[in-house]
């Protein structure tokens, strides 16, 4: 499965943005996605993720309660909304799908998209 990252862009601090990832290649129903992040000079991290179904999802404690992972298998595509953003959040985001269970590791992922950059201004 081919994935594609994007929504991106420039927010204040308070504000939301939503980024998107589109997946092309295989039956992207048969498919867990999570979203990490990597911000300058930091490992990558893992942010939320959702099960094939949607039926289950996971968050960071840093997110929790201000981001939203859904999907739309009819559509191919998982979103993030991200909502009362703050400056820590800035970082490239990334997409990742498994054809296993759902988890929180990168390295259960076997799948990545190139990433779309969110930067949060103060």
């Known amino acids: 499965v081919q994935l594609q990252a994007s929504g991106g862009g420039l927010a204040q601090a308070g504000g939301s943005l939503r980024v998107s990832c589109a997946a092309s290649?295989?039956?992207?129903?048969?498919?867990?996605v999570g979203w990490f992040r990597q911000a300058p000079g930091k490992e990558r991290e893992f942010v939320a993720a959702?099960?094939?179904?949607?039926?289950?999802?996971y968050y960071a404690d840093s997110v929790k309660g201000r981001f939203t992972i859904s999907r739309d298998n009819a559509k191919n595509t998982v979103y993030l909304q991200m909502n009362s953003l703050k400056p820590e959040d800035t970082a490239v985001y990334y997409c990742?799908?498994?054809?296993?269970?759902?988890?929180?590791?990168?390295?259960?992922?076997?799948?990545w998209g190139q990433g779309t950059l969110v930067t949060v201004s103060s």
């Open positions: 959702i099960s094939a179904s949607g039926g289950t999802t």
């Open positions: 990742a799908a498994t054809g296993s269970a759902v988890g929180v590791m990168a390295y259960e992922y076997d799948y």
């Open positions: 290649g295989d039956t992207f129903s048969w498919y867990a």
